[in-house]
């Protein structure tokens, strides 16, 4: 009879302290269609090894993400956790609506060293650390091999330096007809972020190190400029256009993303080539670095926020970032998922062409992370497109631009 | 100029027209027909690959069936409210005569005129308030009366010919009895005219019933759209075929409207 | 013909009937779900952005900082914005007077008995229904400066087109285009049902009196469908100064700004640069233009039930 009794209490304390652990997390991210599904698998998994946790997975568009966190700041209905865009992280940090994370990433001796250094620029504020890289993505070079072969060139050398991409390109216009390069001329940030790939190959910054001035209208600045006027003004092999000439044939060289090598081999009807994005002689390689960050909201009460951590803990440890990468075709955030030998031997085997932007993760930048940086990049690309179009002369362009951006920035 | 020479011409003009009005909705028909390997083949008018296939993937890509039912029962309500509410509205202002008339009809135009964007934090504020997050009355209510709607009714009304109304009037009938009576089945083209922009208005909705529900099991059918137009590149295939999808019942409801267009006052026996 | 102008002819009965509340009682009644809704979720909303616009505030900082009509000084004081309000009065002209005039004339000649009728006003009204990625695809294909059908009719007839989305002096021009696409669809349905409403025996009337076709558009049709026209040219000002998703769609407000309407720069305000009171100012300030330009226009029709 006794040990009856002590076996329908200890069933009681049981059930009692599930209940007691169980916790239910919302986590809202956008990562759609394939994404999705390996974030899906993921917390499922997590769930099984982890009794009396759910995470509810809620897809918002990503259009809509930063609007819808922003209502929900306002009227204090966030969910647990939350994915953002990095460019977005400044103005989330300065809501005071995240929860910092030191102290976590302390006791669960989350060693931040082996994370590359442009990610982790994001989601500081005021000396504490709000937010991780969980996903990276970044800007390359990719070529048609076949118009490489019609104007006579290696289809299997890409351009290294300025001097080669200029020299390459203007053999395929004179033995092709098509453009040899596609320029991102539509403005906004797309134009914006492909300019910066020439502005830091060329040695010039950004803004200044403390981000408090432009410091694009430098010398470097100027060159590098020059340059994508010269491509399309003076030896006009690259058209002001809109978008999308690469991958109907129309131009044999293009700057992007590395989550194309996915996209263009199902779409295009050429070979590819792949590789680190050339940069100017005496420069510097370089390339520019997006992708999401994850955080926790204030607002979950202790215990729910210790276990939204551990998921998030758990999502970052090499193994499951492996598996995430791998599954997503992102690029890694940490050293040691992009020296992970299963890693590598996927990415020779199943993604050749991103082999290369694995490699410029260790160079790659981030874009200053100020509040607003929006409208920064929409007035830079404004005065990128006034010199491409002969309008301006690169240096009257640039201290334009840096007479507008100066304000924004006190 | 004879007879059949000008019909020859008007179906000229109009087949003209109409190419031009149909192309983007043919193009989206065969890219969602067409294997990703075609894509950037340039666009066609007429279907030449044939990937059923694609519709499968893209209504399996999201929960459809789930997405479906909300947002037809979020459009069924806004239809009904709106065309109900704002006929009876654009009926007081045009054929009542009351202190404040013109002010109120400037107010209800003015709601026309504020941007969405700078009122959608506070009224997402007043329906949390009201504690209707995640709920359908969230997603109909604040839109159950149309500015717009009221606007159409109102101009409607002012050219109908106010005879019928005043010799019931005559007769002692009250005014909700004409409304109902005379009024409404003098205006089924116009009821029909408003349901469709009605319609529209709420099948196409993204931003307000994303605000305003958390929970996936609210999600609506333009959710699911925007699932293929991915942060990272657009998955065109998928997406024209789930478009296809999504739009039909538009189409069909369009379809169903324009009958209505053309059973308009000529038939109802008002000669006078 | 001017004795077929239709007035009503009652005016007289029509004072007999009330006194000074006039029909108040009754009105409220029929007004009471439009008062409750749009006071709710439309009256409070709007005020409390005016305030908003007096604040800075990013939409997420716990901190609103006061700055009294810093937003409007700012506003008024820079180049982007009248910039947007030229773009935005050119494309609202252009798309409001062709695309009622193309609607009109689409209308009037699907109101015959014409075979293929039922076909031909679904096909004018697929614009209003195709989702505008897929037209923003093909309108961009369609202005491509070598690929696009409308350069190369150019090149058949010797001309050379411009790259028309990426030239700042005619991108304008081609969103226009796409705006009056999309316009002329809605226009057709609404002057269509407006044209029902005109009892036949007016037609049959003139007739007898000997007036040929043009002159029985010129003075039933036109006349009677001036309270529809009113309507027309209100909703397509009010619709192209918050004109925003065929802009994003197709020029994302370049180049050069050059296609940069109001609604985009707002779009830009609000939701990019999370500028919440300064894109309440902006609202506020297109609010008064519109509002003045619609009072202006009811003033002139009285009420809306003249010509425009």
Same mark, same amino acid.
């Given at each position: 009879?006794?040990?009856h009794?002590?076996k329908?209490?200890?069933t009681?304390?049981v ?5 007691g652990?169980?916790q239910?997390?919302?986590?809202w991210h ?16 997590y ?14 568009p ?9 209502t929900?700041?306002t ?30 990433i302390?006791?669960s001796?989350?060693n ?5 250094p ?6 500081l ?23 490489f ?34 320029l ?9 972020w492909?300019?910066?790939v ?9 803004l ?8 694009f209208?430098?010398a ?11 491509l399309v ?6 058209p002001?256009?809109p978008?999308?000439l690469f ?22 009807n050429?070979?590819?080539g ?19 960050q994850?955080?926790?909201f ?11 951590w551990?998921?998030?803990n ?23 998922v992009?020296?992970?030998?299963a ?17 410029s993760?260790?160079?790659a930048r ?31 362009a640039l ?12 | ?6 019909a020859v ?6 087949a003209?027209?109409?190419f ?12 969602a ?5 075609a ?15 694609n ?13 479906f ?9 806004i239809?009904i409210a709106?065309?109900?509410?704002s ?7 045009a054929r ?7 002010l ?9 005129m504020?941007?969405f964007p700078?009122t ?6 007043v ?16 839109r ?10 109102r ?26 009576r005379?009024?409404?089945?003098l205006s089924t ?6 349901a469709?922009f009605s ?15 958390n ?10 759209l ?5 942060q ?19 189409v069909?409801a ?5 009958r ?12 006078e | 013909m ?5 007035q *009503? $002819?009652s005016? /007289?009965?029509? +004072?007999g ?5 006039? !029909?108040? =009682?009754?009105? @409220? ?42 937003n ?21 002209g ?12 689409v ?9 293929g ?26 202005f491509? *400066? $070598?690929?696009g /059908?409308?350069? +190369? ?6 001309? !050379?087109? =411009?790259s028309? @989305?990426s ?6 021009a ?32 003139a007739?007898?009196d000997?007036?040929d ?12 469908l001036?309270?529809?026209t ?30 940069d309407?109001?609604?985009?720069y ?20 297109m ?13 002139l ?8």
């Open positions: 009879m006794k040990a009794w002590l329908a209490i200890a009681i304390a059930a009692l302290l599930s209940v652990t169980a239910k997390l919302t986590f956008y990562w759609d269609g394939a994404n999705g599904q390996v974030l899906q698998g993921l917390i499922e998994r769930q099984k090894e982890h009794p009396g946790v759910t995470i509810e997975a809620v897809f918002v990503g259009g809509e993400l930063l609007t819808k966190l922003q929900a700041i009227a204090r209905q966030t969910p647990t956790m939350a994915i953002s865009d990095l460019v977005a992280m400044p103005l989330l940090t300065r809501s005071g609506a995240l929860a910092p994370l030191d102290d976590y302390r006791q001796n989350l931040l060293a082996d994370y590359f442009g990610p982790l620029v994001y989601g504020y005021q000396g504490k650390r709000y937010s991780l890289p969980v996903s990276a993505s970044n800007l390359g070079l990719f070529w048609n091999k076949n118009l072969r019609a104007a006579g060139l290696d289809p299997n050398r890409p351009p290294r330096n300025w001097d080669e991409l200029l020299k390459y390109a203007k053999q395929i216009k004179e033995k092709t007809g098509k453009w040899g390069i596609e991102f001329t539509q403005g906004g940030e797309g134009t914006t492909q300019t910066q020439y502005f830091w190959g060329a040695g010039a910054e950004f200044n190190a403390n981000n408090t001035a432009p410091a209208n430098s470097q600045g100027v060159q590098a400029l020059q340059f994508l006027v010269d003004q003076k030896e006009k092999v690259a002001v256009a978008w999308g991958g109907r044939g129309e131009a044999a060289m293009v700057m992007d993303g590395s989550w194309m090598t996915q996209f263009f081999p199902q779409q295009v050429f070979e590819l792949a590789a680190a994005f050339p940069f100017a002689p005496g420069g510097r390689p370089a390339t520019n670095m997006g992708g999401e994850i955080f926790i204030q607002n979950a009460d202790a215990a729910t926020a210790k276990a939204a551990d998921f998030i758990w999502f970052s440890s090499t193994p499951v970032q492996v598996e995430w990468d791998r599954g997503t075709g992102f690029l890694p955030v940490r050293r040691s992009a020296n992970d030998p890693y590598r031997a996927w990415v020779s085997n199943a993604r050749p062409l991103m082999r290369p932007f694995v490699d993760m260790a160079f981030p874009r200053p992370p100020v509040a607003r940086y929006p409208q920064i990049s929409d007035i830079f690309a404004k005065y990128v497109q006034e010199a491409l179009l002969g309008r301006l002369s690169p240096k009257d201290e334009r631009a840096a007479q507008e951006v100066a304000p924004l920035l006190r | 100029m004879s007879k059949a020479w000008k011409l008007t179906h000229l003009l109009l003209g027209g109409a031009l009005s149909a192309m983007p909705f043919l193009w989206m028909l065969t890219t027909l067409k294997p990703e390997s894509l950037y083949q340039p666009p066609l008018l007429f279907p030449v690959h044939f990937e059923w296939e519709f499968a993937k893209a209504w399996q890509a999201a929960p459809f069936p789930r997405f039912l909300n947002s037809a029962v979020m459009t069924a309500g239809v709106q065309t109900l509410f006929a009876m509205a654009g009926y007081a202002f009542m005569r009351f202190a404040g008339r013109d109120l009809f400037f107010g209800v135009l003015g709601t026309m504020i941007p700078v959608l934090i506070p009224s997402f504020l329906v949390n308030a009201l504690g209707w997050i995640d709920t359908y009355n969230a997603l109909i209510i604040p159950a009366v149309s500015a717009f709607a009221i606007f159409l009714f101009q409607f009304f002012l050219s109908l010919p106010r005879e019928l109304e005043e010799a019931a009037l005559m007769d002692g009938a009250g005014r909700l009895t004409i409304f109902f005379i009024v409404l089945p083209p116009v009821i029909a005219a408003s469709i319609f529209l208005f709420a099948w196409n909705d993204i931003l307000w019933p994303l605000i305003v529900t929970s996936p099991d609210m999600r609506t059918v333009q959710v699911g925007a699932m293929f137009q991915g990272y590149g657009v998955f065109w295939t998928l997406l024209s075929a789930a478009a296809t999808i999504v739009t039909l019942p538009a069909l369009f379809l169903a409207a324009q209505q267009f053309i059973a308009g006052i000529t038939n109802t026996g008002l000669k | 001017n004795g077929v102008r239709l *009503p $002819t005016i /007289v009965i029509h +004072r009937w009330r006194r000074t509340l006039g !029909e108040l =009682p009754t009105a @409220l009644l029929f007004l009471l779900p439009t008062i409750a809704v749009l006071g709710t979720f439309n009256f409070y909303p709007a005020l409390y952005s005016l305030y908003l616009s007096l604040f800075e505030w990013n939409g997420l900082s716990p901190h609103r900082e006061f700055v009294g009509l810093a409007y000084t700012r506003l008024l004081a820079s180049g982007e914005f009248w910039n947007s309000l030229r773009v935005t009065l050119l494309y609202a252009g798309v409001t007077l062709l695309a009622l005039a193309l609607g009109l004339l209308a009037v000649l699907l109101n015959q008995p014409i075979r009728q039922a076909l031909y006003r679904v096909l004018y009204f697929l614009p209003v229904i195709t989702p505008t990625v897929a037209s923003g695809v093909v309108w961009k294909y369609l491509d *400066p $070598t690929q /059908v409308v350069n +190369r009719g150019l090149a058949e007839v010797g001309l !050379e087109g =411009p028309w @989305l030239d700042p002096s005619w991108a304008l081609a969103v226009v285009v796409v705006g009056v696409w999309k316009r002329v669809g809605f226009n057709m349905v609404v002057y269509l049902a407006a044209l029902q409403g005109i009892p036949k025996t007016y037609y049959e009337a007739q007898l000997g007036a076709s043009w002159q029985q558009f010129r003075y039933i049709t036109l006349p009677l001036a309270p529809t009113f309507f027309l040219v209100v909703t397509a000002l009010i619709d192209a100064f918050q004109v925003f998703d065929l802009v994003y769609v197709m020029t994302s407000g370049g180049p050069l700004g050059s296609t309407v109001l609604g985009y707002l779009y830009r305000q609000g939701f990019r640069y999370s500028e919440l009171g300064f894109a309440s100012a902006v609202a506020y300030v609010f008064a233009l519109i509002f003045v330009v619609t009072v202006i226009q009811f003033r029709t009285r009420g809306g039930q003249g010509d425009v």
